[in-house]
Structure formats: C-alpha cells, structure tokens
C-alpha cells in the first residue's frame, strides 16, 4: 500500500485571516485533517467537503485525547496513504507536540513537511498594541512554557533563573502556574513593579488584555476573570501604548450584533460588521422569493422604454428587474429613453454595473421624499412611472407620485416572506443577555423578528434597537419599543455610522 504524508501545519493564533498561503495550500490538498482545540474551526472550509476531519481537542469535550492516541490516528491515516494534514494552533514547532510527531514519522517512513505558523506570542503583542523589543528597553526576548511535562523534574520549574533576563519574557500556558512564576521572579531579584501584560483569546472577538506588574498580576487576573488561552508579556515593553492597540480600539469590537436581513444581506451586512471588530450573528428573517419569471414583470420589462421614469428603491428590485430582463434576451438598451432613479445611492451603485446611471437619487432616502423631490425636478403631470419593488412595499409611494399627476405601475419584481423556521439558538442567546444589538433594515424585517421572539424579553433584557429609518422605526414603536439609534442616512452603511457613534459615546473597558 502506498504510504501517506504527514503535514504538520501551524493554523495560526485564532484569526482564521493569519494562515499561511502555504497551510491553505496544503489543506486544500488534504485527505484528512486532525486538528488541535486552538485551530480555529473555520479553516477546515479549505480542505475539501468530502475530507474526514478529526478534532483532538485535549482538555474538553466527550473524551480527551491523549498524545498516544493522536500519534496512533495519525499513522494509522496516513498509513491509509492518504495526505494528512495535523493542523495545530499557532506554530506547529513551538509548545505543541510536533517533535514526537515528526520523530514518529521518521521511525515509520512517512514522508512529511512542516508549515510555520504565526505562534500566540507574536500575535498577541502585534494585536494589543505591545512591541516586544524596543531599541532602548529590550533588545531580546524569549519564549518560555509555563508548563512542563510531567515527567520532568520539578526544578525545571523554577523561574529564578530568568529574573535576571533584560528583555521581554513571553510565557505561553502560564496561566495555572502565574502565582508561582511571578513569585519566583520576584524572590529571584526581579522588580516587583516590572510591567505585565495579558492576553487572553489573542486575536479573537474575544480578546481581553489585562496591563499590570509584576507583583500583582496573579491576583488581578483570579480577581478579573482571566484564564487560559493567554499570553504573558513581562518586562519594560509589555506597557505597550494603548493608541496602538489598533485591533481592540476598532469601533464596534467585540459588540454582539444580530442582523436580521436575507441570507444574501445578511452576508454584506456581517462583512461590514466583522471589518469594524464586532460578532455578527444571524437571524435571516426574511426571505426573498423571486417574482422575476411572472407575467406582471415580463410585460412591464417589455415595455420599459415606453415610460418616463423607472424607479428603483431596493437593491433586490435592481437585481430582480435585470433578472427579468436578462431572461427575454435583452440588455440595460431597453430602457431607451426612460429617466431612472433610485432611492438611495446605494441602489444606485448595485445600478451602474449592469450600464445604468441613476438620473436621479433624493437627498433622503424615504419614499415621501423621493416624490417631493422628483416631482421638483420636473412636473409628474401626465407621466408614466414604473415602480420595480417588492409586493410588499407600502403604497405611499403610489399615492405620493399618483397625487402629484403620475400614472404608476407599481410592479412587484420580488416579494418577501418570513422565515417562520424556529431559532431556538438566537432565542437563548437573547436570554442569557449574550446579544447587544438587534438590527432592523425594514419594517418587515422588526415582525418577523418579533414573530418568534417575545417583545418582553427585548424589553426585560434591555438588548439594544438599531433602525435604519422611520419605516422601520414606526414598526418597533407599534410594538411598544423605542429603538436605541436610527440612522441619519437609511442605509445599511447609515445604520452602522449610528451604531459607531453611540458605542463611541459609551465606551467602557475592555477587562
Ligand atoms: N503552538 C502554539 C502554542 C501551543 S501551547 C503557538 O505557537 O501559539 C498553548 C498555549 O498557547 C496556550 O496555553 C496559550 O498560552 C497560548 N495561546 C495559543 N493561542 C492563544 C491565543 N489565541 N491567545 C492567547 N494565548 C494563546
């Protein structure tokens, strides 16, 4: 049978963004993967659906793993002759159990490559605002366990003989033995009030930093809370500079945030929110259902070029509308002469990619103002309109243009429809007071939403309102709720600038 290969690969600290290329080469290629607790779990969507992917958790779950039993999984799999990729947290050689692996697999003839890692050291200081040397304060530093294997003497944990060390010490799986070890440095000459940081879940939505010293530390992590996975930073750099913590001082970090939209809003939605530090969590509580293929929208697309003004006011009616057009073989020339405007720009730039530029978007994006504004720009008396929405959308729009001298088709190129699948999940969520923020874009989006969660229990849990505008607003206030922040420009960008802004005017610490 023809033998596998072993990869030993570092998965980086925790931000599923600090892989290597080559890990991600490498896992690509993969026939099974065995991975550690500090792998973050989203890089298996790399390897192939199909690959078998093993978790060898140590300290939790239904059954630890032993380093005997991995070893003998891993033969045993690449015994198989399949590719195997051991993905470890951080660098695969530094703390983890790689020598013993790579030793197993000289022994048995199994070819296998090592793939480098960003290790929690690294990361932890570039991802709390800490250099670990600086040219007038440490100009070496060290990696050191905090932990040693318990079939090493105890000596070997005695921590005197770094006191004297000028330079940063980095302490990985310190945690446990923190009283001792800064005891031992102290008792072994060093300066009680030496600087120490903590960080703990490195490079995670998670993360906490804990700035102390020497002296105290122990104490005020046991007092705060802190705990394993951290770093320990000792020495003169671990004060760091709170201005350079560029990864904690982001906006939104750390912030729970549901967002209600589709799935495909959703998914811009939670980019946004991850870019500015926060966890989005989701609740698609609607749905979009695709009435492109229907005779009302056939027979409207054909005649687009036979009205004055076509009007968009959701990027769902932009993509639904060119679906339809795009289905009778024709393209953006079928608007002919029509006017087209858009409510919002960013309609308008879902617009310009498929060769239209809006004549005209409203300074506010409400659909009263829409109408006011456009009937500004010219006389609507006589003029045809064509409305390419939602079947759900409120007529106002039809009886402000309609009022102003307007004949309106108000065609439905799409309609919405709630989610009624149960979310449990969310609902405890809410519960346990883990969520901070619930986000609305539409009025649909606030019944749906409180179709399966109990508007007492928003109230009782205080969990904060976001509303992109007074559609939405007026939806959560009939249902005896006020929203925490609407946003001045109702756009989803519009909704996040007012979360930002209201966060900022309530920051608390990040311990
Ligand atoms: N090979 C790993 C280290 C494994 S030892 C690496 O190179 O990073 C496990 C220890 O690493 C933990 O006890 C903790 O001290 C540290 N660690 C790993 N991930 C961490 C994280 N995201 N934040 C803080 N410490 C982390």
């Known amino acids: ?141 060290v990696f050191v366990t905090g932990r040693e294997a318990a079939t090493k003497s105890e000596e070997v944990l005695d921590y005197r003989f770094l006191s004297g060390f000028d330079g940063t010490i980095v302490l990985y799986m310190a945690m446990g033995n923190l009283d001792k070890i800064t005891s031992q440095l102290i008792e072994g000459g060093k300066n009680p009030a030496t600087p120490v940081a903590i960080v703990q879940n490195a490079t995670t939505t998670k993360q906490r930093l804990l700035k102390s010293q020497l002296d105290r530390v122990a104490k005020e992590c046991q007092e705060k809370g802190l705990g394993a996975p951290s770093i320990v930073i000792i020495g003169p750099t671990a004060v760091g500079n709170d201005q350079y913590n560029w990864f904690m001082n982001r906006p939104l970090f750390g912030k729970r945030i549901l967002i209600t939209r589709d799935p495909v809003g959703n998914d811009v939605f939670a980019a946004m929110l991850a870019a500015v530090g926060a ?43 060119f679906k339809a057009l795009h289905s009778t073989g024709k393209d953006a020339r079928a608007f002919g002469t029509a006017k087209v405007a858009c409510i919002g720009k960013q309609t308008a730039d879902i617009l310009e990619p498929f060769g239209i530029r809006a004549d005209f978007v409203p300074t506010k994006y409400t659909s009263e103002i829409m109408a006011k504004e456009l009937a500004e720009t010219e006389s609507l008396t006589g003029k045809c309109i064509l409305l390419l929405r939602s079947g759900i959308a409120p007529k106002d729009l039809v009886e402000a243009f309609t009022s102003a001298g307007a004949k309106v ?99 608390e610490s990040a311990v």
């Open 279 to 321: 966890v989005p969590i989701r609740f698609d509580a609607i749905r979009i259902i695709d009435q492109s293929e229907s005779l009302e929208s056939k027979e409207a697309i054909l005649h687009l070029s036979e009205y004055d003004w076509v009007i968009f006011t959701s990027a769902n009616g932009v993509r639904h509308a």
């Open 409 to 507: 088709d108000d065609i439905a190129v799409y309609t919405v429809k709630p989610n009624t699948e149960k979310n449990e999940a969310i609902l405890e969520q809410i519960k346990a007071g883990e969520i901070d923020w619930v986000t609305f874009t539409s009025s649909s989006t606030v019944r749906s939403f409180f179709d399966q969660i109990p508007i007492q229990l928003a109230r009782s849990t205080g969990v904060k309102i976001g509303s992109i505008g007074p559609v939405a607003t007026q939806q959560v206030k009939d249902l005896g709720l006020e929203p925490t922040v609407e946003a001045d420009v109702h756009t989803v960008d519009g909704l996040l600038a007012a979360i930002e802004k209201y966060e900022e005017n309530h920051k």
């Open 1 to 141: 049978m023809s033998k596998g290969k072993v990869y030993l690969v570092g998965a980086g600290p925790g931000d599923e963004t600090l892989i290597t290329l080559r890990a991600i080469q490498v896992l690509k290629l993969s026939e099974c993967v065995i991975y550690d607790g500090l792998a973050n779990e989203s890089l298996l969507n790399y390897a192939p659906p199909e690959v078998e992917k093993i978790s060898v958790r140590k300290r939790t779950g239904p059954r630890p793993w032993t380093q005997p039993e991995i070893d003998t999984l891993l033969l045993e799999k690449a015994k198989e002759g399949k590719i195997v990729v051991r993905l470890k947290g951080g660098d695969p050689g530094l703390f983890g159990r790689a020598p013993e692996e790579a030793a197993l697999c000289t022994q048995e003839g199994i070819p296998f490559e090592i793939v480098p890692g960003i290790t929690a050291g690294l990361a932890a200081a570039a991802y709390s605002g800490i250099f670990l040397t600086d040219r007038d304060h440490a100009s070496q530093v």
